[in-house]
């Protein structure tokens, strides 16, 4: 059964270092998605990307932030400068089409900033 | 108005026995209402969801039923096992391009033996 791929599973940085987050949406999905869980809290919503651009993103995601789809496979999240508070799992989601509303999840990428 | 209530916050349950888990929401443009189950260190798994041109919908051990008007949904899992030891959310999402989903505070459920 396909599913949403995530790389690193964890990854550990320094504050106001940068990290890319990594994942591969399901193949046939046209909608991405990134969300983030800080510890024993709710998913949060960060960011929504459709046909090469961002269709909405939350208050968190601010100029620290950006996505990318460098090819036809992957999907990124950037933070430029990292802050101890981007400490959290971050998700990332696809679906497959407008009327199709299920989202599938990877497994996270626990990132962790010291 | 964008909040998905939820709770309770945690929830023991015997096996056997019937768990229930309740959401409420304010926004009238939600259109789709999705539950996903989460287990330690997983990305939350989709289990069930439901629009709201239905009261009730039934896969297996799981129903979502859905009040409409009191703006209100549940999960009820029949015949709990301790296998569905799990953080339950609930979500809802407005249709459109970006569909985000906004979910619900989490209900960490454990069935005992």
């Known amino acids: 059964e396909p599913e949403v791929t995530q790389t690193p599973s964890h990854q550990v940085t320094q504050m106001g270092q940068e990290v890319i987050l990594r994942c591969v949406p399901i193949?046939?999905?046209?909608?991405f998605y990134w969300y983030r869980q800080i510890l024993g809290q709710k998913v949060e919503f960060l960011v929504s990307?459709?046909?090469?651009?961002?269709?909405?993103k939350s208050e968190i995601f601010d100029d620290q932030f950006s996505v990318e789809r460098p090819d036809g496979s992957n999907f990124t999240l950037k933070i430029r400068s990292t802050k101890l508070e981007d400490s959290a799992m971050y998700f990332c989601?696809?679906?497959?089409?407008?009327?199709?509303?299920?989202?599938?999840f990877g497994p996270g990428t626990r990132l962790t900033v010291t | 108005q964008q909040q998905v209530k939820q709770s309770p916050q945690s929830l023991i349950v015997q096996k056997g026995g019937i768990s229930i888990i309740n959401c409420a929401y304010e926004?009238?443009?939600?259109?789709?209402f999705p539950w996903y189950q989460q287990f330690p260190g997983k990305g939350p798994a989709l289990l069930i969801a439901i629009r709201p041109d239905v009261s009730e919908k039934k896969e297996g051990r799981f129903t979502i039923s859905f009040n409409k008007s009191a703006k209100q949904f549940s999960l009820h899992i029949m015949d709990s096992q301790p296998g569905d030891s799990a953080t339950y959310f609930c979500a809802a999402s407005i249709p459109g391009t970006a569909s985000k989903l906004t979910f619900g505070t989490g209900t960490r459920l454990q069935v005992t033996l």
């Open positions: 989601a696809s679906r497959i089409r407008g009327s199709a509303y299920e989202q599938y």
């Open positions: 193949s046939n999905h046209l909608y």
């Open positions: 926004n009238t443009a939600f259109d789709y």
């Open positions: 990307f459709y046909n090469n651009e961002i269709s909405e």
